[in-house]
């Protein structure tokens, strides 16, 4: 993907809420012509909201709930906010979950796609992401 177009793709999902793909697409599409790029495809699109990675945190800087889901790492490590979804879904009581459930709606959808979850710990997570369109 050429750089004028990531960029816009960042800028257009980088909110706290989902905006609508064909918002997006067209959009991007309008920043690519104004670049004079080629534009990325719908599925490229999706390719790299699966993969790009999250803003990262400090653990020290997060909540007491949240650092005792993420029991193994310690407080200097920076943590992708995806990864503090899944961890606080997974494994953190109700003050972490809530705090997960507020984070960006791009961190949600990533960890959504992760492995390793618990039933009931995906039903939740499932069940924000309803709520929250993403």
């Given at each position: 993907?050429a750089?004028?177009a990531?960029?816009?793709?960042?800028?257009?999902?980088?909110?706290?809420?989902?905006?609508p793909?064909?918002?997006?697409?067209?959009?991007?599409?309008?920043?690519?012509?104004r670049?004079?790029?080629?534009?990325?495809?719908?599925?490229?699109?999706?390719?790299?909201?699966?993969?790009?990675?999250?803003?990262?945190?400090?653990?020290?800087?997060?909540?007491a709930?949240?650092?005792?889901?993420?029991?193994?790492?310690?407080?200097a490590?920076?943590?992708p906010?995806a990864?503090?979804?899944?961890?606080?879904?997974?494994?953190?009581?109700?003050?972490?979950?809530?705090f997960?459930a507020?984070l960006?709606?791009?961190?949600?959808y990533?960890?959504?796609?992760?492995?390793?979850?618990r039933?009931t710990?995906?039903?939740l997570?499932?069940a924000?992401?309803?709520a929250?369109?993403?």
């Amino acid at each position: 993907m050429a750089a004028p177009a990531e960029r816009a793709l960042r800028r257009l999902t980088g909110g706290h809420d989902r905006p609508p793909m064909a918002t997006v697409l067209r959009e991007l599409r309008a920043a690519c012509q104004r670049a004079r790029v080629k534009p990325p495809s719908r599925a490229t699109v999706y390719n790299y909201l699966a993969r790009v990675r999250t803003p990262e945190r400090l653990v020290r800087d997060l909540p007491a709930a949240v650092r005792a889901a993420l029991y193994n790492l310690d407080d200097a490590s920076r943590v992708p906010e995806a990864q503090i979804a899944f961890y606080c879904f997974n494994y953190g009581e109700l003050g972490a979950i809530c705090f997960a459930a507020g984070l960006p709606w791009l961190a949600l959808y990533q960890a959504r796609r992760m492995r390793g979850w618990r039933r009931t710990s995906r039903g939740l997570i499932d069940a924000v992401a309803r709520a929250r369109k993403v």
